[in-house]
């Protein structure tokens, strides 16, 4: 029983669930903010540029901390052996000697040309580059997406177009095949019309395969892993207009250069590189440090005294005082007891050896190999390239915009005439129709007319979310959200 239980389970989970899931996803379409949202969370490329503007913000606070004085500990314990000098207590020593050393040391600069300033500023224009970098591919991925979802709406109304032309072509060839098998028209008419409706279920079916493929390049961009539960929100859009292009190109120029990530990215990259040419020349100026240090050492070597000496008497020692004569003259040498030497206690040493020093060191660039030179020039010319930079920026941001608004500008021009175009092909194709329902017309000039109708519907469609796309374009430069 229980394995009929645990059976029944991991069907639901295999096969009833992602039904479910997938149902439940087709009654929840995306809107395009919903879309736009999940992308700019999601989007690998995204998420690699938030981790550069990081890492730059790591770098700015490493800049700033290099403003406060350095400090470090240094700790040694090592043993030596053989013919050595003890530099702890200055004796030479044929044996085994452990020696320690501990030391605090601390260092500042005082002055250097403005250099690590200069550093903190260039660290600061990098991290709000960075930032416009992110907010551009931001950018960038919405109105990919924008794009992306417009196209999914005009495939969907280009699909509804090639569906009615084939629920129209299959009326008038039901109509005359009846009207062929009564003998009332001749066979060549119903042949006609059925090459025709094979011919708009091949459109349709075209329209479709746009259709799905543009499902699919928006799904790409969402990264998502599939595109059978995925549909998206179909709203109803308003018909293009001459109020939509209120602003001229130059005044949404004026507008978009002062707030459009690229541009502004450009500005900050140009202020970086003119703090790198601060740096560079800083350089040249005297380099001020002020270094204290404490310290104290250990030796094997280091005894002292213990007990109190009595004196014996003396002992005439080996002679080694020779006289101006170079007589050699003994020498006395008193004898004590009661004392002995023994290793001085590890603390004691610590105390009898701590040092503390401080100092100032003024170091004054000479001559280097002509480095400093060098590295000036070399951001002069960063600096000039960074220029440059911001001013084609500027100029591609203008042909964008001037291009965008031509184009809206055109495709409205576009709609409007091929509007007048649909309303004039549509009544001439009602008076065909009544025209070929009667017989005083054959069934290829039918056709022609159908198919000229189809095309004006077609530029219409094109047209009006080609302006669409442009206005929102446009709006966008403007600091307007992308919504439709």
């Known amino acids: 029983m229980r394995i009929i239980r645990l059976f029944t389970f ?166 005359t095949k009846k009207l062929v098998d009564a003998g009332a028209l001749a066979k060549g008419n119903l042949l006609q019309l059925q090459a025709q409706l094979a011919m708009d279920e091949l459109n349709s079916a075209t329209a479709q395969n746009q259709l ?32 939509m292009l209120t602003l001229t190109p130059s005044q949404i120029f004026a507008t978009a250069v002062t707030m459009q990530p690229v541009v502004k990215s450009a500005e900050y990259k140009l202020k970086s590189y003119d703090m790198q040419l601060k740096i560079a020349k800083g350089g040249i100026y005297p380099r001020l440090t002020f270094s204290a240090a404490v310290g104290s050492n250990y030796s094997g070597l280091n005894t002292q005294t213990v007990g109190t000496p009595i004196y014996t008497g003396t002992n005439v020692a080996t002679p080694y005082f020779v006289s101006a004569g170079g007589v050699p003259l003994p020498v006395l040498e008193p004898v004590f007891t009661g004392v002995s030497q023994e290793l001085t206690p590890w603390a004691k040493q610590m ?63 576009k709609f409007h005439a091929t509007r007048k175009t649909v309303e004039a092909t549509q009544e001439s194709f009602k008076y065909t129709e009544q025209k070929f329902n009667v017989g005083l017309l054959n069934s290829l000039d039918y056709n022609d007319a159908k198919n000229k109708l189809i095309k004006a519907e077609s530029d219409l469609l094109q047209s009006k979310y080609d302006y669409i796309f442009k206005v929102k374009v446009l709006d966008f430069y403007q600091g307007k959200p992308l919504t439709l």
């Open 351 to 413: 105390n009898q050896t701590f040092m503390t020093s401080f100092g100032l060191n003024l170091s004054i660039p000479i001559f280097n190999g002509l480095q400093t030179h060098a590295n000036i020039e070399r951001a002069k010319l960063s600096v000039q390239n960074a220029n440059l930079n911001l001013q084609l920026q500027q100029i591609q941001l203008r042909k964008t915009i001037q291009q965008a608004y031509a184009d809206a500008n055109a495709a409205l021009i």
């Open 212 to 243: 799905d493929l543009s499902y699919l390049s928006l799904v790409q961009l969402l990264d998502l892993d599939s595109v059978g539960s995925f549909t998206i929100v179909r709203p109803q859009l308003s018909l293009p207009n001459e109020s």
């Open 10 to 175: 991991v069907f639901l989970l295999m096969f009833v669930l992602p039904v479910l899931s997938e149902a439940q996803n087709k009654a929840n379409p995306w809107s395009l903010e919903q879309c736009i949202d999940y992308a700019l969370k999601n989007n690998l490329q995204v998420r690699q540029t938030e981790l550069t503007r990081q890492s730059n913000a790591v770098s700015l606070e490493q800049y700033r901390a290099g403003l406060w004085p350095t400090l470090n500990a240094n700790a040694s314990h090592s043993y030596n052996y053989g013919q050595i000098y003890d530099y702890y207590t200055s004796t030479f020593a044929n044996e085994l000697v452990a020696s320690e050393n501990f030391s605090l040391n601390a260092n500042v600069t005082l002055f250097s040309g403005l250099q690590k300033l200069n550093t903190i500023h260039q660290g600061e224009y990098d991290l709000l580059s960075s930032r416009e970098d992110l907010n551009k591919m931001k950018n960038d991925i919405s109105l990919n997406i924008a794009g992306a979802y417009l196209q999914i709406l005009f495939n969907y109304e280009l699909l509804t177009v090639a569906q009615n032309q084939v629920g129209i072509s299959q009326i008038q060839t039901e109509r």
